[in-house]
Structures are given as C-alpha cells and as structure tokens.
C-alpha cells in the first residue's frame, strides 16, 4: 500500500524551531519529487516547499523562505522539514505529499497525487 | 506571482442534480509548448486529506467517477460534478503548477453541501 506518514509535530514557542518527518512506503521514493503542503485550522490548502527526487533542487513559498529546510533521505525514505523561528501564522496541519508528474511533449505538470494525514503544528506562547 | 479564485465559496445542491465550481488564475495556465493546462482539481472531504481529482484541467486520475468533469482553457476552468452524491460533499480547490521556479498555487476552496 502506497502511504505517507508525518511525524515530528507538536506545540512551540514563537521563535522556536521544530523537525518535521515523512516516511514513505508502497512506491520507490526516489522516483519521485516531494512536497509539504500546510493548512491553518479551518483554512485552504498552501503549498510550503518542495524538493526533487535526488535533492538537487528545492523550492520554498514566501512566506517560508529563510525560516524553513526541506531535505530527503533516499536510503531512508524519509522527507523532512527543519522549521525555525516559528510564528503563530505557522500554526497549522503539515501534509507530506507526493509529486505526480504528468508529462506531454517534454514538459511536466506536477500535482500531488499521494497525501499522508498530516502532524499538527501549533505555534503559541 | 499567480492568483487563484474560486467561486462560489460554498453551495448547496440536491441529490443527483449538477454541482459546477469555477476557478479563475490571474495568468493563463496553459503550456504553448504541449498545449495542456496546468491546473488540478481536489476533493477534500471532512477530517481528510485532500484527493487529487483531475489534472490537465480535464484528466480525470485513475479511480475517479465519471461524474467528476474538469473544462476550461487558459484562466477559466470549471469543475462539474454531473449528479451529486451524497459521498461528493466536501471543500473542492483548484491548484496550478509553474515550472520556473517550481512553485503550486491554491484556490481558496468551494464547499459543496447537499441541499
């Protein structure tokens, strides 16, 4: 069974930092790029930060460029986000999910095709 | 940087009649080098993650219902559901894709409720 499960959230002090984890399982993990994609209570659906399938390339949203790092282990099947200086708008449920990559003509559109339930991480003095 | 919308934010239909979503993107999503939309669609039902529905802004993903339909080209596509089900009640978002920088781009949600 394909599945993706977070780990690693939990409540911090603004300013704090926090690891999150991803293990994958069903699929070979580095075939594929990956994505942390958050959501406030209550909220839409926003896209965090990604990374491809061997960890040369990332990418992060504006509103975490700076504070955050995703990086993988292949060996491990494992995908992480290190989180620091944490802000109460950060408060929110973390999705790992997976990179579909649904290529035409040379060109790839991605979108996320697997999701795993998500750690909460709750960022209050 | 792209801007989705969605309309409306929520609506109620009875069982078995048409559901229609729409989303606009502030830039036109599609591809001149394949001619495909880059634009998703997911279904999100209560206490779970979302569910990618469509992709191509017209590509239904393997499993997904038939009643399930996605058109539109450029910065206006529509997500139809052809006979509301009751398991079809949910928050349904439109999502694009842009390769340089890689980045994903959200809708803000449309809620679906039975009427």
């Known amino acids: 069974e394909v599945q993706l499960v977070e780990s690693g959230g939990g409540v911090v002090r603004p300013g704090g930092s926090l690891r999150l984890s991803c293990a994958a399982s069903?699929?070979?993990?580095?075939?594929?790029?990956m994505s942390w994609v958050r959501q406030a209570p209550g909220k839409g659906l926003e896209w965090v930060s990604g990374?491809?399938?061997?960890?040369?390339?990332?990418g992060y949203a504006d509103s975490v460029k700076g504070r955050f790092t995703i990086s993988r282990d292949n060996a491990k099947n494992s995908l992480y986000l290190q989180m620091n200086s944490l802000r109460a708008e950060d408060t929110a449920l973390y999705h790992c999910?997976?990179?579909?990559?649904?290529?035409?003509?040379?060109?790839?559109?991605?979108?996320?095709?697997?999701w795993g339930q998500g750690t909460m991480v709750t960022v209050s003095s | 940087d792209i801007v989705m919308t969605q309309s409306p934010d929520s609506l109620a239909v009875s069982l078995g009649e048409r559901a229609t979503i729409n989303c606009k993107s502030s830039?036109?999503?599609?591809?001149?080098?394949?001619?495909?939309?880059?634009l998703a669609w997911y279904q999100q039902k209560p206490g779970q993650p979302p569910k990618l529905l469509i992709y191509?802004?017209?590509t239904r993903e393997s499993g997904v219902p038939d009643r399930f339909s996605g058109s539109g080209s450029g910065t206006d596509f529509t997500l139809t559901i052809s006979s509301l089900q009751a398991e079809d009640v949910a928050v349904y978002y439109c999502?694009?894709?842009?390769?340089?920088?890689?980045?994903?781009?959200f809708g803000p949600g449309t809620k679906v409720d039975i009427k």
């Open positions: 999910a997976r990179d579909g990559e649904y290529c035409s003509g040379g060109s790839c559109f991605r979108a996320f095709d697997i």
């Open positions: 069903g699929f070979t993990f580095d075939d594929y790029g």
């Open positions: 999502q694009q894709y842009y390769s340089t920088p890689p980045t994903f781009t």
């Open positions: 191509w802004a017209s």
């Open positions: 830039q036109s999503v599609l591809y001149s080098s394949n001619n495909k939309n880059y």
């Open positions: 990374i491809n399938w061997n960890g040369g390339s990332t």
